[in-house]
């Protein structure tokens, strides 16, 4: 952080996926405090090896995965959200997927998102982020944190799959 401003996280719930259960085969359903579509997987499957913390990760897959936090906007404030990311490396995207990473209030309005594609290689995670300074207008709003497969691409053909999920504020 830069001089003088402090730096705070925010808590987010089972940010590395630790805390879902398998239900049976490759992938397990996306479970509380996690929302919408996504499965998670143990380390090994569809080749993602090194899994940052801990030994499961979780996809949007075809959807989205969010999650709405306790935690509200304050005006002024900047919100810096933070997930590594691989490419999962299936279907036609061969060794590159799209990705969205995104801040929402809880109405599903979305404040700030950065979106790619074409950059994530299987068995490398990387640090995706997107950042965004709070307005009066945010002020009191409920934060969602939000990944999806990216806006305006055949998803069924993108996949990518992230753990280590941090939300820090300035």
Known sequence: APAGKALAEITVGDPSFEDLIMDGGIWGTIQSPWQAGGWASYEGQYGVTNVPDGTQYATPSDDDLYQDLAATYIAGVTYTLTAQASSRGTG???????????????????????????????????????????????????????????????????????????????
């Open 92 to 170: 036609t995207s061969g060794a590159d997927d799209a990705w969205q990473i995104a801040l929402h209030d809880t109405a599903g309005t979305e404040l700030a998102a950065t979106t790619a594609a074409f950059d994530l290689v299987q068995g490398t995670w990387d640090e995706i982020s997107v950042e965004y300074t709070a307005t009066a207008a945010d002020d009191g709003e409920n934060i969602r944190i939000y990944f999806s497969t990216g806006l305006g691409l055949d998803s069924s053909n993108w996949r990518f799959v992230l753990d280590d999920v941090h939300l820090n504020t300035t």
